[in-house]
């Protein structure tokens, strides 16, 4: 499957962004679908799951702020950002796993949080 990510942006704090997933392929809803970041200097971090069943995952830092979701029937999986902060800022990536690996990856979204 191959990954296309968009909605990256600049924005200040306390600003919203919306990032969204393509996915090719017609087996979209067997994947996993994750959203890492990476900021600069940083390692990758996870920041939320969609699994395949619906169920979500968001990591502590973005909890409450960061609203993870899917859309089968469009292959998309969305990241909705809330309140952003200036840690926030970082390339996004989608990505995607049957099993236990992310082995596929979208190429990365910029977000630019100011103050």
């Known amino acids: 499957v191959q990954l296309q990510a968009s909605g990256g942006g600049s924005v200040q704090a306390g600003g919203s962004l919306r990032l969204s997933c393509v996915a090719s392929?017609?087996?979209?809803?067997?994947?996993?679908m994750g959203w890492f970041r990476q900021a600069p200097g940083k390692e990758r971090e996870l920041v939320a799951i969609?699994?395949?069943?619906?169920?979500?995952y968001a990591a502590d830092p973005v909890k409450g702020r960061f609203t993870v979701s899917r859309d089968n029937a469009k292959n998309s999986v969305y990241l909705q950002m809330n309140s952003l902060k200036l840690e926030d800022t970082a390339v996004y990536y989608c990505?995607?796993?049957?099993?236990?690996?992310?082995?596929?990856w979208g190429q990365g979204t910029l977000v630019t949080v100011s103050s």
């Open positions: 969609a699994n395949s069943s619906g169920s979500i």
């Open positions: 990505a995607a796993r049957r099993y236990d690996t992310y082995e596929h």
């Open positions: 392929g017609r087996t979209f809803s067997r994947y996993i």
